[in-house]
């Protein structure tokens, strides 16, 4: 009957404009996805050119899924753009072992909900894990210039903009 091919004839070109319009859409983005800035970019450069290869780098996170974490600026990106090492790795991390990802999470947690990065709790356990160094990217998050400029064990190493490189000094 003529009521089908007339319902089937809307549907596609209801179809066919949806996918015409949602074409422009393709080449948005959306801006809460960005994390590196050219801020971030820049510093990249000088942490591969003026850090040790073995340098860990404790970055900015936040929760994102269930007990997943994801980084929240540049800093997450350290490992592809200066080859450096990071104490939150992309959240693939979340495939590793149980141990390995409950380790993972509860470091960023340890440090997202920190009093104070001068804890001597906080202290002792970054030094436990590793880090030598912190990256604070242009869009920040828990690691705060203001908080870590005044530390004796935080030395800043690079600013520009709001980005800043601190080397981490457990015994100052």
Not at 7 to 16: N, P, Q, R, S
Not at 26 to 45: C, H, K, R, S, W
Not at 107 to 132: F, I, K, N, W, Y
Not at 134 to 157: I, N, T
Request: charged residues 20%; contains cysteine; proline residues 9%.
């Amino acid at each position: 009957p003529w009521e089908r091919g007339l319902g089937i004839g809307l549907f596609g070109l209801v179809l066919a404009l949806a996918g015409w319009r949602s074409w422009h859409s393709v080449d948005i983005i959306n801006p809460a996805t960005v994390l590196v800035t050219q801020d971030d970019i820049e510093a990249m450069g000088w942490v591969a050119d003026n850090t040790p290869p073995q340098a860990r780098f404790l970055i900015n996170t936040r929760p994102w899924q269930g007990d997943v974490h994801m980084g929240t600026d540049g800093g997450w990106w350290l490992p592809l753009l200066a080859g450096r090492h990071v104490t939150l790795p992309c959240v693939l991390y979340q495939y590793g072992t149980p141990e390995y990802r409950q380790a993972t999470s509860d470091l960023a947690q340890t440090v997202e909900e920190a009093e104070s990065l001068d804890d001597p709790a906080l202290v002792a356990r970054l030094a436990r894990e590793g880090v030598t160094h912190l990256f604070v990217g242009a869009r920040g998050g828990r690691l705060m210039p203001k908080e870590l400029d005044p530390s004796p064990h935080y030395q800043l190493r690079y600013a520009s903009g709001p980005v800043r490189v601190y080397e981490f000094v457990p015994d100052p």
